[in-house]
């Protein structure tokens, strides 16, 4: 159920970089939400269903992005499986760390990226733009933080169910009423 | 006892996961590099394309009711009707002018072919590519609407891209702007040939002999010698022309004739055999 709903969320994700922050102005660049995922799943999630997640995630992705099928899986399974080790030898989870953490992934997925993309096709002359990577790094750690906390309750409530939601009167200051 | 067992257990979930992983990557190692979908992309493409579809066409509407009704009704409608006659003259002009230089040159030959006589289909983008480094496009015509991989994609502009990836419902445009994609063309006034490959925002033009000439708002078109795109077709106008000391070529850079960030509607030349093919 987890994995479905995190899935869904995924693909609504990438519906939404791929049609409406394609119209947003150059400045406010086009935030990779789908990466952030990824980054959340690596670091929250256990080996097994979030390692399914990111192959998902980047088997979509290939349709979208890019013109080498294949890439995006590789990249985004390294980036899981290095990010799942450090997890469990560091404490990356907090909320301190979230951003560098979101940035330094990115930077690492588009160095990735970009190599393979470059042994793929050394003919086309790929254009590495320090403005354009640093802008969506930047806006990447900026969002980072309360985008996990969003996918966090997200998780709660779908691991917790509504079920186990109560919904009581809330309780006054006076508890000294007999 | 219970530890034995409960290792057991672990091994083994460990060993399973390690087929699946092993599985998982001889599958995806056996596609990498490769540009064409195969059935799961295909049927992923037609699900997600359709969330896209929906969401290009409710901001559309968004998007028509903010520019028609409330911002400045009256100076839209006739500009909106001022650009559509431009670009019909533009269309024209540009036609006219391709149609004289290619008869001054070519009247003494035999076997002259009309451009562009084949049918051809509309479509509307539904999606862009996100990544930094790849310009593609998705839109809403497929392999039932009879595109085949490899037909030219253009505008009333010019040349956008060629097909890359179908399915049955929608296809993938590899745009000419994108660093992969490589294009012959001509120099409309003196008929100097050469190959244009993209950097991202706009074309550069290879192997032009230093000899050559070509200048400063020169027209570039399309030669039709890579069996793609039609000839005569308007690619762009050279902007800056570099001689460096060494090597044989002259350095060229064009700026496109199609604004690329403005693109909302596609025709597809269904050209019935496609060299890509």
Partial sequence: ?178 | MRNRAKRARQIKALLLFGVLLVLILMLIVATVGRRQFNAPHKFTLELIGRAQSGITSVTGVITNIWDGYIALVDVREENLRLRAELQKSKALNNKYAEAVAINDRLTKLLGLKESLSAPNLTARIIGRDPSLWFKTVIIDRGSSDGVKQGMPVVTAEGIVGQIMSLSPHYAKVLLTIDPNSAIDVIVQRTRVQGIIKGNGSGYQLHYVLKNWEIGQGDTIVTSGLGGIFPEGLQVGKVTRVTESRRGMFQKIEIQPSVDFSQLEHLIIIMKENSLAE
């Avoid at chain 1, 952030?36 to 192959?55: N, Q, S």
């Avoid at chain 1, 940035?103 to 588009?110: C, E, I, M, N, V």
């Avoid at chain 1, 980072?144 to 966090?152: D, E, K, L, R």
């Fill in chain 1, 1 to 178: 159920m987890l994995i479905f709903f995190f899935l869904m969320l995924g693909a609504t994700l990438l519906t939404i970089q791929t049609t409406i922050f394609t119209m947003l102005p150059p400045w406010m660049g086009n935030p990779d939400l789908l990466f952030l995922l990824i980054v959340f799943i690596a670091i929250r999630f256990d080996i097994f269903p979030g390692a399914l997640l990111a192959l998902l995630f980047g088997l979509m992705t290939d349709i979208y992005a890019g013109i080498f099928l294949g890439l995006y899986p590789v990249v985004y399974l390294l980036l899981y499986f290095l990010l799942q080790g450090m997890s469990r030898l560091l404490v990356i989870d907090e909320t301190v760390h979230q951003a560098p953490l979101a940035a330094t992934s990115y930077l690492f997925t588009s160095s990735g990226i970009f190599i393979f993309a470059t042994i793929l096709a050394p003919d086309a002359s790929l254009d590495w733009s320090w403005r354009n990577i640093i802008l969506e790094t930047l806006i990447l750690a900026v969002i980072a933080i309360p985008f996990y906390h969003f996918c966090a309750k997200l998780q709660e409530l779908v691991q917790g169910g509504l079920k186990n939601r109560t919904f009581l009167r809330p309780k006054t200051g006076n508890r000294f009423r007999v």
